[in-house]
């Protein structure tokens, strides 16, 4: 997936050209996707980019052009769940803080709220909005234990060092760690997003019951187990053991000196990269 635009090339589905149960059933699948996601996505135009946070209806609101950073107070928040299409950018700093950057028309439409000990970025009810200035939400965190994706939306972080994370993707936003140190690192992938990261995490645990891939060989781990239930793909980096699962045709490919157990039933594979 492209990790350096807020573009998405728009889905289409003809019920005129559905002849076939597959084709059917790849559009209710389509719907649901879509229905439990909370996000539509239209053609891109020329002027921007277009989605709609709660499906069909309410008022399209066409951004101005006017690039503005709004900051945002919140209370003291330690995991990010994002809901919808907009960008996160994460810094690792001595305290918490958030603003938006994007059309002065737009910004007040995003909401930023912490519920529990999450901070949960995402739109107001009924709002369609097309951007003319790239949307992103820029974090600065203490600490993170969780980062949660359910929509579009993409998740970068250059730097951080933590105890323990956990990163779930139920959508198509991906999340690129380009330099991480953990002891404790666990991935979920449902949906159709990826995972990135480089630096080291001493524990690793990846699963993967969608289409989206983990890649992690440049992400040093002493002790690390991936369980593949799908199509997705896995690159790991593991230097004691590795514990490989392949349910499906997604295939493991990992670097390193680890004792491999591995399990495959179907078309997947695991071996060395």
């Known amino acids: 997936m492209n990790h350096t635009t807020l573009h998405r090339a728009p889905i289409e589905f003809s019920a005129r050209t559905a002849t076939s149960a597959s084709q059917i059933l790849l559009a209710a699948a389509l719907a649901l996707v879509l ?64 603003e938006v950057f994007a059309d002065d028309n737009i910004a007040p439409l995003i909401t930023t709220e912490v519920q529990g000990q999450t901070l949960v970025i995402g739109f107001k009810e009924k ?33 951080l060092k933590l105890e323990s994370l956990d990163v779930n993707i139920s959508g198509s936003g991906d999340v690129r760690l380009n330099d991480l140190t953990a002891a404790n690192l666990n991935v979920s992938i449902s949906g159709s ?27 040093q781990g002493t002790d690390v187990t991936v369980s593949i239930a799908g199509s997705g793909d896995a690159s790991v980096w593991a230097t004691g053991t590795l514990t490989g699962s392949v349910l499906g045709s997604g295939d493991i490919r990992y670097t390193g000196n680890a004792t491999l157990n591995k399990s495959v039933l179907g078309s997947g594979s695991i071996s060395k990269l």
């Open 35 to 98: 229905a439990a996601t909370g996000l539509f996505v239209n053609p891109a135009s020329a002027q921007g980019w277009n989605f709609s946070i709660t499906g069909f209806g309410g008022k399209t609101i066409v951004g101005s052009g006017k690039a503005v950073t709004e900051p945002r107070i919140t209370p003291p928040f330690n995991a990010i769940s994002i809901k919808g299409a907009a960008d996160v950018a994460i810094r690792q700093s001595n305290k918490n803080a958030v």
């Open 127 to 159: 709002t369609s909005v097309r951007t003319k200035t790239k949307l992103v939400v820029r974090v600065d965190v203490a600490t993170l234990t969780a980062i949660g994706i359910s929509g579009s939306g993409d998740v970068t972080a250059d730097l």
């Open 193 to 219: 997003g990826d995972f990135t990261a480089a630096g080291s995490a001493t524990k690793q645990r990846y699963a993967i019951a969608g289409s989206g891939d983990i890649r992690s060989s440049k992400l």
